[in-house]
């Protein structure tokens, strides 16, 4: 059974940079024909596909995100990370962590999500 958990702080200052890891379990990040993404929630909003990066390393980027977005991944130990920089209030959101087939109609695995406030 696949399994994703993402960590890292709840709290980032204005203007810094956000730093998120998806630890994957029960599946490798580098399985053919998979894709990992990173999905954030606003309060009060909808979800938000930020970026992803595929089984053999590719990224594809949110165009409205792109410019402050890189994700990378450690094979070794099977995660993958978001970094987002220049941080305002408006990134305040639960984040995610995803995984689904290229091409499919739905991520097939999500991780719980993790509350990151932006504030000062």
């Known amino acids: 059974q696949v399994q994703l958990q993402e960590s890292g702080p709840g709290l980032v200052k204005p203007s810094q940079t956000l730093s998120l890891t998806c630890t994957v379990s029960?599946?490798?990040?580098?399985?053919?024909?998979?894709?990992w993404s990173w999905i954030r929630q606003p309060p009060g909003k909808g979800l938000e596909w930020m970026g992803g990066?595929?089984?053999?390393?590719?990224?594809v980027y949110s165009p409205s995100l792109k410019s402050r977005t890189s994700i990378s991944r450690d094979t070794s130990k099977n995660q993958f990370s978001l970094q987002l920089s220049s941080v305002t209030p408006e990134d305040t959101a639960v984040y995610y962590c995803?995984?689904?087939?290229?091409?499919?109609?739905?991520?097939?695995?999500w991780g719980q999500g993790t509350q990151v406030t932006v504030s000062s």
């Open positions: 995803a995984g689904g087939r290229v091409g499919g109609d739905e991520y097939e695995y």
């Open positions: 029960g599946g490798s990040i580098t399985t053919s024909a998979f894709y």
């Open positions: 990066i595929l089984y053999e390393g590719r990224n």
